[in-house]
Nanobody, 124 residues
């Protein structure tokens, strides 16, 4: 088992930045690939970014490439999502997730553990 707690969400104007954090506890953090997903009202959960166990194997969703950066600190058991040049369409609840299988998955169904989510609202 691993417990995930996101933080760092909030209200920001378009063009601004936010940094999300996801703190993990429980099992050894470094055995998990980590992902960020988001879900806007009335929409399906969308893949945002994922990172492999050692910090390599990074993937981004097409809508955030060039604007968002995922990183992790295995000594702090934390994964981060730096979000720059935010747009109103980035408004959603952002979730972090953990996957203990090899590789880096871009599908929500691959992740066994989820945080409770943090709201990000981008005003125009």
């Amino acid at each position: 088992q691993v417990q995930l707690v996101e933080s760092g969400g909030g209200l920001v104007q378009a063009g601004g930045s936010l940094r999300l954090s996801c703190a993990a506890s429980g099992r050894t953090f470094s055995i998990f690939a980590m992902g960020w997903f988001r879900q806007a009202p009335g929409k399906e959960r969308e893949f945002v970014a994922a990172i492999g166990r050692s910090g390599t194997g990074i993937w981004y969703g097409d809508s955030v490439k060039g604007r968002f950066t995922i990183s992790r600190d295995n000594t702090e058991n934390t994964v981060y999502l730096q979000m720059n040049s935010l747009k109103p369409e980035d408004t959603a609840v952002y979730y972090c997730a953990a996957d203990s299988r090899p590789g880096v998955a871009r599908f929500a169904s691959a992740y066994a553990y989820w945080g409770q989510g943090t709201q990000v609202t981008v005003s125009s």
